[in-house]
C-alpha cells in the first residue's frame, strides 16, 4: 500500500486520494470489495504509524514518508502492503 504514496510523491503531511488510492487497492486484494480492503489497509497503515485516516483519504504521517522514501524500485512492482 505505501507504493500508492511513493508512486505519486506524495510527501509528509499529505494526503492521498480516494481515487488515487482505489487502483492500488484493488490490485491487493481482487477478490474482495473494495472498502473491505480499504478498511483493511486503513487499519494496517494506522496501526503501523504510517498513515491516519484523513475524509479525503489518507493522511501520509512523517513515520510513512520516511518509509516510503526506504522502498526500492524493485518493491513497487511487488504486491506489498507494509
Known amino acids: 500500500m505505501l507504493k500508492a504514496f511513493k508512486t505519486k510523491g506524495t510527501q509528509a503531511?499529505?494526503?492521498?486520494?480516494?481515487?488515487?488510492?482505489?487502483?492500488?487497492?484493488?490490485?491487493?486484494?481482487?477478490?474482495?470489495h473494495?472498502?473491505?480492503?480499504?478498511?483493511r489497509a486503513e487499519e494496517h497503515l494506522r496501526?503501523?504509524?504510517y498513515a491516519t485516516p484523513d475524509p479525503a483519504g489518507l493522511r501520509l504521517?512523517?513515520?510513512?514518508?520516511?518509509?516510503?522514501?526506504?522502498?526500492?524500485?524493485?518493491?513497487l512492482s511487488q504486491s506489498n502492503a507494509r
Open 47 to 49: 496501526n503501523q504509524g
Open 34 to 39: 473494495y472498502r473491505d480492503v480499504q478498511k
Open 13 to 32: 503531511e499529505e494526503v492521498l486520494g480516494w481515487d488515487e488510492i482505489y487502483p492500488f487497492l484493488h490490485q491487493e486484494d481482487e477478490k474482495l
Open 61 to 75: 504521517t512523517p513515520v510513512g514518508y520516511k518509509a516510503v522514501q526506504e522502498l526500492e524500485d524493485e518493491d
